[in-house]
């Protein structure tokens, strides 16, 4: 017998017809010989919701962080006791449990919560029983405040995970209203196609470049406990597209080179011109950027120039999330002086193109198909990055979108269908 | 310093103003030097939206016990949340509890869970600490099956009852949108009167006779634990009734012969005719009524009549619950020929008045006075019930205004102004 996790997003479980929906489903994999928890998230815009109720009574509703996650937690209670109901209505046994009687221990920060340990032992007893034990997402609990927490972005796709980890689960199954994992974003590049497998690194690096399929947090705690993970559609049968954490045994499959494509349109560039070249000015740069709490992603540092040694400077370009652009220059413009820097230059339109493959490892000649592609294209090239798998680039914004269109046709991923629409999976 | 519990209704936190006018209240209640612990309903029709949704997964949802309560108790999680956060927005520090985190302890039974215990740990904790203590009402926690529960009718006054008893507070303040506990139902008698004070006994007659401004449940636990309540508006700096259940010390003030006058439309009357008059059969009906899962107010029983000893019949008639009627009349239709009665009278059309007062016990002449104003209104007596501290007689549904307010008159409890007007408190 097999257990299965199935977490289901907000759009999955939006309204009664969908939750009716979700537990057929569900049930067809327990009498299918499975056993099965699910994982669910509020329904639709309930979060939203509440968040406006706060602020009806509130201008400032997050600075009762503690409150604000036991108002949150209330949309996950409704969908998972509303889940529970329309299964036993359809004839089969389930339970629902909070975050906290799921045994989901964290950290004691409110609204951004750490998973520290997971204790399914009611969620066992539950499938011993033979009952469907659904748990809400999103959602656990402080051990040494015993107060209530949520886990911030992505936390319904850890919570499957970390569940799926802690039972030993054969499959963790992601539903959202996507069939899968394709090689682009879709509503870019209507060639792409669905992946039937990809490898958990690799789906990591996508993650982490934009793509918005899965959570990075909860493909991070997939290829840490060495989950697989299965992408599918909630309306559909597709089988998706299964992230596994280790290669099936005897396979003799080999990587592909290239497996997908990633953009983002959501970083910003800074740079930092004519800053003196001496030992450790980089450091306090990024110094100042840590303490405006900002995430650098990409650095690029230029040949210092200059007539004499003393007089040398350099140009220190990098990106960083764009929403935190106007905090990060203010706070290197207040520092100008100690800096010593000569000017400031800020870029909100850029976008990067990422290609990943874990076949990379083993092959070269990916980053000259990328070169060459992007040149006949006519995309400027403003930055570069590489890990072992993932090469990214920085353009225009503007120019994002043929970048990608090109490079996808270079390797060769061009489908002949035109993909299914593309959208989020939500918290 | 004194510590004060309100519990506040539904209808007092139905929207974003209302919860931050009671923040307003609650803060202002601490500032005046008291420890403040506060138990909410949930918002205005959040229950029956609740109720809704999950009609619309399910043609049973209450099939689902114990999820139906996961469902509901959200209810309170999201007022109490918001209250908190509103509390803390107006300058005060504020911390909400599930009835789970408040030491609510009950029976297993969903839907209508009784208080086992009450452990209050948190609740200390938070008031120690300076804070507003706010505590989601209607909501427990079974300690064996480690499950959420709902107390089910009275729940959230209940709820506050069992804190202030177990905090040992100095009075439990009920609020709602009416000022007080008034000598009558001010919608059927405009010149009702608020009471300044009530004794908790002839309170606990007038909820059990039918007055709807506090549940009998609450009520009973207060007598028993010696809780003082204060029934009192939300939107009203009014102080409302005070309802004792010590009498105050060195108080020479004499009890009122009549407190108040209660009546109920809810209930129904059955007739079993013609029954034989032999020991036991009387038993055999009630216990076809016990099966029937009704509880019976009144019962009465005529003289039995019949040329012989052998063929003696007897009439019995009984009240129970409007909502009760049908089925117990089946009930009892169905035992007919075990019963061997001659015939099943049902009446949905009666009405029960209650005249209350603790001065009864040591003053005569209430019931003449009673009966004398019925008389002179025209109203006829169909049953008769008395205890200690009331009269109950059942009239037609249709004459039992005009009888309320004769009998209302003729004990001298008409006001000179009208009052205002009253509703229910919710759960």
């Not at 309930?46 to 706060?54: C, G, Q």
């Not at 033979?130 to 959602?139: E, K, L, T």
């Not at 076949?359 to 072992?388: D, P, Q, W, Y």
């Amino acid at each position: 017998m097999a257990l299965i996790v199935q977490k289901f997003g907000g759009s999955s479980v939006g309204d009664a017809a969908k939750i009716k929906h979700v537990a057929k489903r569900v049930i067809e994999t327990q009498r299918a010989g499975n056993q099965v928890v699910v994982v669910v998230s509020a329904m639709g815009d309930t979060t939203d919701e509440l968040i406006d109720l706060a602020q009806s009574v509130s201008a400032n509703p997050y600075d009762a962080a503690r409150e604000m996650d036991m108002l949150l937690t209330s949309g996950e209670r409704i969908s998972m006791a509303l889940l529970a109901i329309a299964i036993n209505a359809q004839g089969a046994n389930s339970r629902s449990f909070t975050g906290s009687q799921a045994g989901i221990m964290t950290s004691a920060k409110h609204g951004d919560a750490r998973i520290s340990e997971v204790t399914p032992v009611r969620i066992r007893e539950a499938l011993d029983a033979g009952d469907i034990a659904i748990v809400a997402g999103f959602q656990g609990f402080n051990k040494d405040s015993k107060d209530i927490t949520t886990l911030g972005r992505g936390g319904s796709d850890t919570t499957a995970v970390a569940l799926a980890a802690a039972l030993d689960a054969d499959v963790c199954e992601i539903y959202s209203d996507v069939d899968g994992v394709y090689t682009a974003d879709p509503r870019v590049i209507p060639q792409a196609h669905k992946l039937d497998q990809i490898d958990i690194e690799s789906m990591l690096e996508l993650a982490a470049a934009g793509a918005k399929i899965l959570h990075i947090r909860a493909v991070e705690y997939a290829r840490r406990h060495n989950v697989d993970l299965r992408v599918r559609s909630t309306f559909s049968k597709d089988p998706g597209t299964i992230v596994y954490s280790t290669k099936p045994e005897g396979s003799k499959m080999e990587e592909p080179i290239v497996s997908g494509i990633a953009t983002d349109k959501g970083q910003a560039k800074i740079t930092v011109i004519g800053i003196p070249d001496v030992p450790g000015k980089a450091a306090e740069v990024f110094r100042v950027v840590a303490e405006a709490d900002s995430n650098i992603d990409m650095i690029v540092q230029n040949n210092p120039t200059g007539v004499d040694v003393t007089d040398r400077v350099a140009d220190i370009s990098f990106t960083l999330p764009l929403g935190d652009l106007g905090r990060v220059a203010g706070a290197l413009e207040a520092a100008k002086a100690t800096l010593g820097y000569r000017d400031l230059e800020q870029d909100a339109d850029i976008g990067k193109l990422s290609v990943v493959g874990a076949g990379m490892r083993t092959h070269s000649g990916v980053s000259s198909t990328l070169f060459a592609a992007l040149a006949k294209a006519g995309i400027n090239i403003e930055m570069i990055s590489t890990s072992e798998i993932r090469i990214s680039v920085v353009t225009s914004s503007k120019q994002l979108d043929d970048a990608a269109r090109a490079v996808h046709t270079a390797f060769g991923l061009d489908s002949d269908e035109e993909a299914t629409v593309y959208a989020g999976t939500g918290r």
